[in-house]
């Protein structure tokens, strides 16, 4: 059903990971996970599917019977091969939140802690970025500017990633960049005061750029809520996000991008997360 | 709002570049440089800017659309026509040597082969960022007074505003108070009262002023230079020569 998914081998799965392959545009599909109904989509934009390229956009989720884990990341375009940092690091994230379950869900703590992974991480995806061949079939000045952006940018992406942990009734969002979320209750919309700034990203050469630590935020689970996070290839529609969509829908929202001369990646993750049943 | 569309690969923008190469390109700059490599190495550095910001993974989208037209006595078309810069770089491997000769400054030739141009491909740039023409020069014009022509020039135009016009004159002694090249990066733009008396005053008045959407993207390259300037551009030094061009690809892309 799912393009990957990664359950163990030879036992009942503990948990289930789900990664969107960025070279195939995923049609909007449902999937009911026991932490949340999930509607997810994955288009590539027309420069990238007419010249048979990949998507610089990412999304990954994991999930067990009590939490879900989850990364979209926006490679950037004017660096060096974005969907290289955008996977890398979309998948780093997933693993780290997922493996660090017993992190308190304290903002400034979180964002310290990660913050110091973001600069770890630039090692080893420094090397995956200087290893991947510049073809010598390509113009030299291509080959030029793709060398300079190697060198003088890296590979960059910005990112939305997070856990839903019912156990806590909590919500943790990490990000950087503009790449968006939006949470709502019936009540409110608790993400009405974020921010998102286009300057922020983090660089494989480089770590984080135009902020210090990633911005860290977390919401109480206490009512029903609607969790949609989403790349700024649809932000055009970001209006209705404030109520679930249908598959259909949101295969409407993507096939209108498509007119757009400016039309983008799109990755969008929208959670339906009932409230956890208090204990007696 | 004007001059608001992005360069795309189905609404590209399409920048005609008019050369003056005329033997006095030969002479030096402050720093010894000839003025045709300068600009021939600033105009570079624009193309492969260009190509960056065109380049998504290891494929260039055709955002920008070129065309370079050498002229002195004649006028030369470096690329047979317009190019997009996919075709620049692949077919013409970069930027064509300049033919530098001896003769006259036949400006107006110039500027009406652009009006040419324009009038053939103005038709198909309904939805696309409006064209820009960048003259280069290092001199007054020979023959027939180029400004009427530049005019019915910046007459034209499509959805996203009229055309511009942009003018890049390399002499010296053009501004009352130099831009030295440490100070580029802070100079607001030319004002009428910076300019000498002389030619600088009639390309003046053939310059567009500069779109907020320009200015936005200047500055983000750390220029300091402000929305609704003249797109005139006094370069007396090569760091002048460098903003010239740079303002010429300064078109916003997604």
Known sequence: MYPTATPRQGE???YRTIRLPQDTTVSPKRHRTPVADVLFTYQRSNDSQAHGMVGQDYLTYRYDAQRLVFAICDGVSQSFMGDLAAASLGDALRNWLWARSLLPFDPPL?????????????????????????????????????ETKRREAGSQTMFVAGVVDRARASILICWVGDSK??????????????????HERWSTNRGLIGIDLPHVAVFPLTHDSLLTVYTDGIERYEAQFQRALTATQLADMAHAMRDDPRNDDIALLQLRIPAPIPDP | MMYTKAATTPTPVTVIYLLDVSSSMHATMPNGKRRIDAVYDALDGTIQEMVSRSTKGMHIASRYRVAMLAYSTRVQDLLGGVVPIDVLIQDHQGLPTFPVDGGS??????????????????????????????????????????????????????????????NIFISDGILKQP??????????????????????????NISSPLPDSYATNLQAREYSIQAGVPMMLPAENEALVKLAFTMSGATDTP
């Open chain 1, 12 to 14: 009942r799965p503990a």
């Open chain 1, 181 to 198: 979320f939006q949470l709502v209750t019936r009540a409110a919309c608790l993400s009405a005061d974020t921010v998102f700034h286009t």
């Open chain 1, 110 to 146: 979180v964002a310290h802690v990660l913050g110091y992974r973001l600069q770890q991480w630039t090692n080893l995806a420094t090397s995956m970025v200087e290893q991947t061949p510049i073809p010598e079939h390509l113009p030299r000045m291509l080959r030029r500017v793709l």
């Open chain 2, 179 to 204: 831009v030295t090249p440490e100070a580029v990066f802070q100079w607001a733009g030319v004002h009428p009262n910076d300019l000498h008396d002389g030619y600088a005053h009639t390309l003046l």
């Open chain 2, 105 to 166: 400054t036949d400006t107006a030739a110039a500027f009406s082969a652009a009006e040419r141009i324009l009038q053939q491909e103005l038709p198909q740039m309904g939805n696309c960022p409006a064209p820009l023409v960048v003259h280069m020069t290092d001199g007054m014009y020979n023959g027939d007074d180029p400004t009427p022509i530049a005019a019915r020039i910046m007459q034209m135009g499509n959805e996203d505003g009229k055309v511009l016009i942009e």
